[in-house]
């Protein structure tokens, strides 16, 4: 007998042969599966959730740079051609040498309110460092006065901020604040603020929280280290041995000497310090006993 002499069965088995080769691969898997999961073996390493360094952020990425490029010897002459040319500019710290910035008088106050309602810093601080409420003019070298009612600012290559409000004592100069902020990020790096010495009783001193919240607005609670370091030459630090980095802070006396029509002015003072900076676990400070 022909199957061409009977197509109804000549359909049906081409239909079953094809519906075998098609259900040959899933049945091949499932016997292969079966087979893998009814034996077990041993994982040589467990799985390790990544450790974060200071690499993964882009502050400490910078705050490096700027320290490398800032203590770099300058390249031999040959070598100082546009495309290899990789040189640190820094910003200019004096009043004559800044630019007065009428626009960021409320970048500065935005970012110590920020780290006075952080409790990173007492308000008491911010007081002193905000005091906007004054009509004097100094008059540089250059014979150009300048207003103290507004903040100074000056940038360097890598893009970090400085805003300093100047003012007068006695006719002497001198810096109420200085404030550095990454420009991209908006992170606070750097803090100084001068306060008048009252007594002998020093100004609040950024505590243990207080620096953790300073970490926070840094984008850097997420290394998940910081700790006090042991026998530290700071005592008021955190530390971050995954992101090298040293969150320190300092209120000390001092005395600022500063010159009106050739007479000396001294001025007795407190200062606060508040910095984050890359530091390897073998540049912290030790405490020399």
Not at 59 to 78: F, G, K
């Amino acid at each position: 007998m022909s199957l061409w002499q009977h197509p109804k069965g000549m359909t049906a088995l081409c239909a079953a042969a094809v519906l075998a080769c098609a259900a040959a691969p899933a049945v091949f898997l499932t016997v292969v599966d079966a087979a893998e999961l009814g034996r077990t073996e041993a994982v040589a390493d467990a799985y390790v959730a990544p450790v974060p360094s200071g690499d993964d952020y882009y502050i400490l990425r910078q705050l490096a740079a700027q320290r490398q490029q800032a203590s770099s010897q300058p390249l031999p002459e040959e070598e100082t051609t546009w495309p290899g040319l990789k040189m640190y500019i820094g910003a200019q710290n004096s009043l004559e040498s800044m630019l007065p910035g009428y626009d960021y008088q409320e970048t500065a106050n935005a970012a110590l309110t920020q780290l006075t309602d952080s409790g990173t810093i007492d308000s008491q601080w911010m007081a002193w460092a905000l005091d906007w409420n004054t009509q004097d003019y100094y008059s540089g070298y250059n014979g150009q006065d300048y207003a103290l009612d507004t903040p100074y600012y000056a940038t360097d290559s890598l893009g970090f901020v400085i805003l300093k409000r100047f003012a007068l004592e006695q006719g002497a100069l001198y810096t109420a604040f200085s404030l550095t902020i990454d420009s991209r990020t908006g992170a606070v790096t750097q803090l100084w603020i001068s306060a008048p010495r009252q007594g002998d009783d020093p100004p609040p001193v950024p505590d243990e929280a207080g620096l953790r919240a300073f970490a926070v607005q840094a984008g850097l609670e997420a290394l998940g280290d910081w700790t006090v370091p042991e026998n530290s030459a700071y005592p008021h630090a955190l530390y971050s041995r995954n992101g090298q980095a040293l969150i320190s802070a300092t209120v000390s006396p001092y005395e600022y000497t500063g010159w009106v029509n050739n007479t000396m002015i001294t001025q007795e003072r407190w200062f606060l310090s508040l910095s984050l900076q890359p530091c390897s676990p073998e540049e912290l400070p030790i405490l020399v006993s």
